[in-house]
Each structure stands twice: as structure tokens, then as C-alpha cells.
């Protein structure tokens, strides 16, 4: 490109001339260059800038502040002002006197400071967690009267855990079993800090000389507060320093022998997911076995994000100097590296103990604090506690610089395609470089980013690879759009890739997983030990476990009980399938007597009742394969038992229709799910547009985003494949019906606009009705006139804002909180659209689905099977199965449980459960009839013949309407329904 040195010279004189404030947000954010008091760099000062309240900016604004010394410390008791927090004053708890208890997950709690000096400070604060349903606890934060930044509107504390037992348990088969958790309600001493991964330090408040007031609202609360302290931290000593001390107090290195802490022996961790873990790699894991599934190590990938730490309790038999060394694993970030931060007694022993880099390797290695030159410490003898944190470290500056560029290269991608639209002309010249003013500057800009923060890579991993081969790749991409900007309309579509394949590769940066085994503390002299078996022993470990895998049976979860135990099978991964386990050995069985043998699944039902071999129960079974089963026979009806009007009251009265099949009920829900509106806030803020609220609303909307080249995502059939959990097998050559997936927008309008799927005694379809046909026009009409997109990936489309509007799954929130942290704030959550009534008021009925239990008709003990199903959908086991399923899973595997009271203990924030159970009530199910198979698949089928083919729509939903009954009509005649 011409005069590429001349344009950035310009840029430079403007900015000069106009100064900041005059300078657009997009164009400063990629111009200014300064350097903050957290260390970013000059050169990286970019990042957060799309958000001009960001902790980012705010550090830069206050660049030069002063660190005072000085220290305030406030009584929780002594708050100032209350608005609506639920608080009690204490006169002591835990031998702790004058606290406050603070409970729910409402009101705001004002205190006065009087700051000597200004300057920057941590807040940090002294309290005592309460056992609740959450798993932290959050809060927001103002000074005087306002959020310092937005990411102090999200503030978390931890709820530290520990394992309810010491000792290691074992089944009947010799695997370990692992223990259950409870939350260890204790003083803890905390700072507010970042928990996305993008600051190694606590957060710094700046306050002018004089009076503030300082606010704290509970999004989720339970705690003890004792008193919150405003101060900065001392500054902590090189080991240099430290090392000369030692030499001057006359320590000398430890006698005795090397002490040993097995990893799994974890004695506090910051999170229930934080789990000790089994590992079946090899001989030199300690304890090994070739063919039992034993505890043995640490961590693991749950171990990976911002803030995470596991402590250990260490006897020191003898006083004296230290190295220390950890077994360790490091097999998930080739070429890069997992930081991990050193407490002893909860202190930071120097600053080379902030970072300690634990290299990629495939195999274990013993990784010695200090490397090559071990670094001492002193232990006093008696007990110590060595704690492990997750931090950034080094890629500290990379994430947050490349996050934010994120940002702009998908704002480069809009402000494209509002030119070329989404259907390229490569032989067309579009002009991008003239008709998108200041487009090729910020090219070289965001492109000049990725090329240090490239560099920065290097320098820290020490070389050149696979770790960043999509900055060079997009590097290279953006510069040949420097020099030949008439190619970037044909490049477009690799370019879109190696965007989304950058936020992918950035979100795996954030990650710092490891394993540990344990932990080694070594008197000077000592060797540490080898880390690996050698290759004969590892070998002969190889055979065993092949020879073993004959007849050991993992799919049997924990002890295996007699002939007379209920069978359950549970069509989950392994870890929630051992949490049922657990739940029933620590609840169930213990309260009722009756033993259960629960497994994973192995087989489909049907292929297991034809043989003789079916289980009592099974969990998360498709709710349209349960009718689908009692046709034919295979199930129970639960509504037989005792106290089943009481368990269906555990859920809203629709989620039982699924499971309703002449006159009786088949299976028990537990789970459901159901669609939410997803919108961008800042493009919408661009382009002048309010949420729409109904579906007239919602098609004065589509155009003008449409007008800018992008798209609305709405799920185009509601023949989508959503497969059973149990079987994808079939019944003489029909497939089990599966349910309508939960985001059918035909079946939203149709129910909103008063119709309905099915006659009252289900016999035929309704779809030859007016109201059946309008809506059908109104839905293909979104595709056919408005030309939506058939198919699409919401999330990533969502996340670049080429899809700044959409409906899906509710859980899909989840996915975008934790896996789009570079839209964070800049989206919400919202009912779908609904049709106006004739009084004025907006129905927003939408279709739901989910999951279930069933009993097998020939279960060995029907009554004791109830039990079981009664037990698992109530609301505690429903809620703690959801916390600890979260737990292993994180944020986006949150547990969508049927179970209102249940729901309710869920992690989810005030705002966000509201939202959600407001649409709760507007809920529907579609009733399951013999031959819905068919009736799905021929609205699939009506829908392309409108939609693709283009014929017309009364004509077609009538045609395929009579498919559909001569099809319910002759399943009804099959099982003698007629």
C-alpha cells in the first residue's frame, strides 16, 4: 500500500493537534501509547480500550498516582447506610468479635473512608463464607456512588472446600472412591482481583485525599464480614535479599531425610471442581495400578483458570533451608507454559515466587523451584501450608492486548462486510480502502499488535512454533491486505477463519492446566527423585492393564451390590454418572436401605429388555423416547405410586406433558430447556435499534441490521436431530422419536397465536386450521422474504457480531459468560419475542424439552424403584447434583434442572434467574402420540417445499397435514389406540 509511513505520521500530527478527546474511540484505542502501573507496556496499552471504563483505562488514567502506605481499616458493623441487604450484627462468631452477617442476594452496604493520602489501593477483605448454594460469592463495588470500572461490578470471593474425610475410600473392586466435599466455613483474608486472567495483581482503587463512600452490593452473598482494609501491599524482596537474610540469622540447611506430600492429599482448594483425579498413565504415577481406577494426582484441566489454588499441609520433622520440587505434568499448551503462583503459610516467600513456569512436557518431570540454581526455604519445624494459585504471568500483557484486538478484528470484519455483504463478487473492486475511511490504517495498527505481541511470545516461551502459528498466519493475511487492499474481498472467508480460530487460541492462553503428584521438600545434599518408571517396568505395567481390560467392567460405577439391588443406568459422562453414584451411597441407600448398582451406559434400552437384560431405572432418557417405550410396552407408568401428585409438583405443570400416553404417566422429569433472545448491546447502541419484544417488532428489526450486511439467527426446523442420551437404535425400522428441539420457532408462534399441535384427544393434527397456517407463514416468511441464514454457528457469529440477534437454548448464556470473555458486558440476555393480544398484552409462550427418568416394566422392584426416581428429582439431590456436575464441567455445563426449588439453588445471579423464570411460566410442551416421528419430519418437509422450492404454503402444510393423521392414525390402530 502507498504511502503507509505518511498515514501513520498523520495519525501521530492529529493526535497531537485535536488531543484525545477529540479522537473517536475506535481510532484512539488502536493510537494512544502509554505505560500503566500494572506493567503494561507502552506499545500495549490498546486493549481494553473499546471499553472506555475498563480496569485497563482506568490504570491508565491514573498512571502516575502514587502507592501510599497508609492503612484503613473499616468494621463491617460500621456501615453508614443500608438499602435492602439482609445483615445481622454479631457480637462474636469464631472467636472473631463485632461482625456482621450478611445473607441473600439483594442490598447495598454504604461505609465511610477518610483517605490521608492519594494515591492507588487494594481493598482488600476479612471474612467467613456461610454454606449456601453457591459456589461463591459475588459482589459489586462503587466508590462514591459509582463503578470505579466495570469489572468491579462483578467482583468474587471463594468459598474454600475440603474433602469430608482424610482417609482414602475403596469399593468392592479396589477402585478409589472419591470423597465427598463440604465447604469449610473459616476466616479467610482476601483481596479483590481480577478473575479473567488479565492482571497478575489485585485490583488498585484511586482515591483523592479526602472523604469517600465506598458500596458494595450483593449479586450473591452468605457471608461473615469482619472488616473490609483499604491499604497497599508491602513490597516483597528479591531472593537475593531473602537468601542474605537467611545467612545473616545463622540458617542452615535441613538434616534428616526428604519429605514427601502426595498431591491428592489436597487439604483446602478455592473450588468444589478442584477434585483430586485418576490417572492410569503409567507405573511411576504414585500409587499406580495396571487395571483399579485410583486417586493419585491433582489438578488436571479443571486447574487452569485465574485465581484457582490447591493447598497442602506439609509436617516438617526438622528446622532448616529447603529446596522444593514438584512432580509435575504439563502435556495441554506445547511450547508455552502453566504459571503457578508460591504461598508458604499463606505468604509469598519473594517476587520469583509470583510466576513459576511450568515448562510443556509429555511425560512427568520433576520441576525444582529455581531450576538449575534451587531456590532455598526456610521451614520452621511443625506443621506448614503450601499453596499453589493459578496466575498469568508473563502472558499477562498478550492476553489482554490480542483480547481487545480481538475486538477489532471483528469490528474490521462488519465494517467490511456492510460493504461486500457476506456473497463475495471477487471480480468485483469494492474499494474497500476509500469507501471504509480509516479501514487500512487500522489494519496496519491491529496488525502492528499481533506482531509484538508475537514477538513477546517468543522472547517468552524462547521459540517459534505451533504456538503461534495463527498470529503469523493472520499477520501475514493482514499485511498482504496492507499492500493489495483489493484482495481483501476475496480473502475474506480465510480471514473470518483465522479470526475465530485466534479467539480459540487465545481462550487456550488464558488456560493454565497441570497435573501434579506430589510435592518433594529437599535438604541441601539430596537428589530429588526420578520422575519416570523405566521402560521395562512400564511395560510390564502396559500388559497388565491390556490382560486386565478383559475383565474389569467400568462401566459399573463404585460398589457392586447383590442380585436384589436396583440397576440404574445413567447416560452421562463418567464423573456425573460417579456423582449419582455418590449421591446414592451418601443419601439414598442410607435413609431407605435399598442398594443400587449404577452405570454408565452400554447398550440401547430396547436391544436390552428384547434380551432380558434391562435395568430398573434409567436417567436422562429423551422425554419423546418414554412414550415411544410405553407403547411398545418396555415402561411403568409412575403415576401408579404413591406421592406422585406431589412429585409432579416439584415442576410446572407442562414439563409432565411429554410424558403422558392414554391416560397415564410415563417417566419423570428432569430436565428442561427452552429458548432466550441473545443480543449485542453495543451494535444495537450503533445502529440506533431497542430489543424487539414481539415478532412485528422483531421484522421492523431484521432489515435494518440486514442493511449493514449482517444477520438475526433463528433456528430455521424443528426437525433438528437432538439424539437421545439412551439409543439411537430402532424399532423395526423406525427411528425413536426424538423431541422437538426446544428452539421450534414454528411451534412458538403457533402457541402464542392460541393453537395448537394436536386435537384434544390427540388423533390427528391441527395443522389445517387458519390460525395453524398463519403461523406458518408468519415462520417460513423470516426465511423465505427475509432470507435468514439455514444454517449458521450462532455462537461464533454471535461473539464476532456478524449475528448481533438471535434465539437459542438458554443455556447457550453460559457458553458465552465463560468462552467470549472479548464481549463481556456487551450482551445480555432477553425473552423472546411474543404476539400481541387482543387486550394489548404480548404473549411470550415458547416450546420447551428435556430429559426424564423412567422405570422399566420389568424392574426387579417397582416400589423400590419410585423410590429412587422419587428421591433423585427432589429438590436437594436435583440442586447438589447440579452444583457438583458444575463443579467438574464449570460455568457452561450448568445443570438444566426441571426442578424449580432446585433451579433456585442453582448459581445463576438474581437478574439472570429472574429472566429465566419469568419465561418459566410462559412455558409449553408438545404432547408426544404415536407417529410423531412423522409428524416432524413432514413440517421439515413443508418447509423446504415453501422455504427452498418456493410453492405455495396452503397449499403444502395441507398436503403433508394429511400425511400426518394417515400416519397417527395408523400407529394408533398398531397399538390399539382405534
Keep these: 500500500m502507498k504511502n503507509v509511513k505518511l498515514k501513520k505520521l498523520l495519525w501521530l500530527a492529529a493526535i497531537l493537534l485535536l488531543g484525545a478527546d477529540s479522537i473517536p474511540v475506535t481510532n484512539l484505542a488502536l493510537a494512544l501509547g502509554d505505560s500503566t502501573s500494572d506493567g503494561a507496556s507502552k506499545d500495549n496499552i490498546t486493549l481494553n480500550s473499546f471499553n472506555r471504563n475498563s480496569y485497563f483505562n482506568y490504570l491508565s488514567k491514573y498512571k502516575d498516582a502514587p502507592l501510599p502506605q497508609d492503612q484503613i481499616v473499616i468494621k463491617g458493623t460500621s456501615y453508614i447506610n443500608n438499602e435492602g441487604a439482609t ?94 466435599q463440604e465447604m469449610s466455613e473459616e476466616w479467610i483474608e482476601a483481596d479483590f482481583k481480577d478473575r479473567e486472567g488479565l492482571y497478575n495483581e489485585p485490583f488498585r482503587i484511586y482515591f483523592e485525599k479526602g472523604k469517600h463512600t465506598l458500596e458494595l452490593t450483593a449479586n450473591r452473598s452468605d457471608f461473615i464480614l469482619d472488616y473490609i482494609k483499604i491499604y497497599n501491599h508491602p513490597e516483597i524482596e528479591m531472593y537475593q535479599s531473602v537468601v542474605s537474610g537467611y545467612k545473616n540469622k545463622g540458617y542452615k540447611a535441613a538434616g534428616g531425610g526428604m519429605i514427601k506430600v502426595q498431591a491428592e492429599n489436597i487439604y483446602r482448594r478455592s473450588d468444589s471442581i478442584l477434585t483430586a483425579q485418576y490417572d492410569r498413565s503409567g507405573k511411576a504415577v504414585e500409587p499406580s495400578h495396571p487395571t483399579k481406577m485410583l486417586i493419585n494426582i491433582a489438578g488436571g484441566q479443571n486447574w487452569q483458570y485465574q485465581g484457582q489454588w490447591l493447598k497442602w499441609k506439609v509436617d516438617v520433622k526438622e528446622s ?157 493475511q493482514m499485511a498482504t491486505f496492507i499492500d493489495k487492499p483489493e484482495t481483501i474481498p476475496a480473502r475474506l472467508d480465510k480471514y473470518k477463519g483465522n479470526v475465530d480460530a485466534l479467539a480459540a487460541w487465545l481462550l487456550s492462553l488464558k488456560q493454565q492446566p497441570l497435573d501434579l503428584d506430589y510435592i518433594v521438600f529437599i535438604p541441601e545434599g539430596t537428589m530429588p527423585p526420578k520422575a519416570n518408571a523405566g521402560f521395562f517396568e512400564n511395560m510390564v505395567f502396559r500388559i497388565q492393564a491390556l490382560i486386565g481390560s478383559f475383565s474389569e467392567d ?63 431405572v434409567v436417567l436422562f432418557v429423551n422425554s419423546g423416547d418414554a412414550v415411544n417405550l410405553a407403547m411398545r410396552g418396555a415402561i411403568a407408568n409412575v403415576d401408579q405410586f404413591d406421592g406422585f401428585n406431589e412429585v409432579t409438583g416439584r415442576f410446572i405443570q407442562q414439563a409432565m406433558v411429554p410424558y403422558e400416553f392414554n391416560g397415564h404417566y410415563y417417566g419423570i422429569p428432569l430436565t428442561q430447556t427452552f429458548p432466550m433472545m441473545f443480543y449485542r448491546k453495543d451494535i444495537f447502541k450503533e445502529l ?37 442420551s439412551i439409543s439411537n437404535s430402532t424399532l423395526s425400522g423406525e427411528q425413536l422419536s426424538q423431541s422437538p428441539v426446544q428452539t421450534n420457532i414454528f411451534g412458538t408462534i403457533l402457541y402464542q397465536r392460541g393453537g395448537r399441535y394436536y386435537n384434544d384427544d390427540k388423533s390427528s393434527t391441527e395443522f389445517d386450521k387458519k390460525v395453524a397456517l398463519e403461523a406458518f407463514r408468519q415462520y417460513t416468511s423470516l426465511f423465505s422474504d427475509y432470507s435468514l441464514p439455514l444454517m449458521f454457528d450462532f455462537y461464533n457469529r454471535f461473539r464476532s457480531g456478524e449475528m448481533p440477534l438471535g434465539i437459542a437454548e438458554f443455556t447457550e448464556y453460559n457458553r458465552l459468560q465463560a468462552a467470549a470473555p472479548e464481549i463481556r458486558n456487551l450482551w445480555e440476555m432477553v425473552p423472546v419475542p411474543g404476539t400481541k393480544r387482543e387486550d394489548g398484552t404480548i404473549d411470550h ?51 438444566p434442572t426441571a426442578n424449580l426449588k432446585a433451579f433456585e439453588k442453582l448459581p445463576w445471579l438474581k437478574k439472570e434467574r429472574q429472566l429465566l423464570l419469568d419465561q418459566w411460566e410462559n412455558v409449553k410442551e408438545i404432547p408426544r402420540v404415536p407417529g410423531d416421528y412423522y409428524v416432524e419430519r413432514n413440517l421439515d418437509h413443508v418447509f423446504r417445499r415453501v422455504v427452498i422450492k418456493g410453492e405455495n404454503t396452503r397449499d403444502s402444510l395441507y398436503n403433508y397435514n394429511l400425511e400426518m393423521n394417515l400416519e397417527i392414525d395408523r400407529k394408533r390402530k398398531e397399538f390399539g389406540l382405534e
Design 845 to 895: 409462550t415458547v416450546l420447551a424439552g428435556g430429559q426424564g427418568s423412567i422405570i422399566l416394566r420389568d424392574a426387579t422392584d417397582r416400589e423400590a424403584a419410585w423410590q429412587f426416581v422419587e428421591w433423585f428429582s427432589s429438590e436437594d439431590i436435583q440442586a447438589s447434583f447440579g452444583r457438583q456436575t458444575e463443579a467438574f464441567l464449570g460455568p457452561a455445563g450448568r445443570y
Design 554 to 616: 467400568y462401566g459399573i460405577i463404585g460398589d457392586l451390590k447383590t442380585d436384589q439391588a436396583l440397576t440404574v443406568w445413567v447416560g452421562m459422562g463418567r464423573d456425573q454418572v460417579q456423582i449419582v453414584k455418590q449421591l446414592v451411597d451418601d443419601y439414598f441407600t442410607p435413609s431407605t436401605g435399598i442398594q443400587v448398582n449404577v452405570n454408565l451406559v452400554q447398550q440401547g434400552i430396547m436391544e436390552a429388555v428384547l434380551a432380558g437384560s434391562g435395568p430398573d
Design 320 to 476: 532448616g533451608l529447603y529446596s522444593i520440587a514438584f512432580k509435575a505434568r504439563q502435556n495441554y499448551k506445547s511450547g508455552l507454559f502453566s504459571n503457578r503462583r508460591l504461598y508458604i503459610d499463606g505468604k509469598m516467600p519473594f517476587q520469583e515466587a509470583a510466576a513459576i513456569k511450568f515448562p510443556y512436557q509429555s511425560n512427568w518431570y520433576m520441576k525444582v523451584v529455581g531450576d538449575e540454581n534451587p531456590y532455598q526455604f526456610y521451614l520452621e519445624e511443625g506443621a506448614h501450608e503450601i499453596t499453589l494459585e493459578v496466575v498469568p504471568g508473563e502472558f499477562s500483557e498478550t492476553i489482554t492486548v490480542l483480547e481487545n484486538a480481538l475486538y477489532y478484528l471483528n469490528k474490521i470484519y462488519r465494517e467490511i462486510i456492510t460493504i461486500t455483504g457476506t456473497s463475495i463478487d471477487v471480480n468485483r473492486d469494492y474499494n474497500l480502502d476509500s469507501e471504509i475511511p480509516g479501514l487500512m490504517d487500522e489494519i496496519i495498527r491491529v496488525n502492528d499488535l499481533i506482531k509484538r505481541e508475537k514477538e513477546r511470545l517468543v522472547n517468552i516461551s524462547g521459540s517459534s512454533g505451533n504456538e503461534t502459528a495463527i498470529l503469523d498466519r493472520l499477520s501475514l
Design 688 to 724: 440506533n435499534l431497542s430489543v424487539p419484544q414481539t415478532w412485528d417488532e422483531m421484522f421492523r428489526v431484521i432489515p435494518v441490521i440486514q442493511r449493514k450486511n449482517m444477520s438475526v439467527g433463528i433456528p430455521p426446523s424443528s426437525n433438528v436431530n437432538v439424539g437421545s
Design 87 to 180: 445483615t445481622e450484627k454479631l457480637s462474636s462468631f469464631q472467636d472473631t468479635n463485632d461482625v456482621l452477617a450478611w445473607k441473600g442476594e439483594e442490598g447495598t452496604l454504604t461505609w465511610s473512608l477518610d483517605i490521608k493520602e492519594t494515591g492507588f489501593y487494594n481493598i482488600g477483605i476479612r471474612y467467613l463464607p456461610l454454606s449456601s448454594g453457591n459456589e461463591k460469592i459475588e459482589l459489586q463495588m462503587k466508590v462514591d456512588s459509582s463503578l470505579p470500572f466495570d469489572e468491579a461490578g462483578r467482583l468474587s470471593l471463594e468459598k474454600p472446600w475440603k474433602d469430608t474425610s482424610s482417609d482414602m475410600m475403596y469399593d468392592q473392586r479396589g477402585n478409589s472412591i472419591r470423597p465427598r
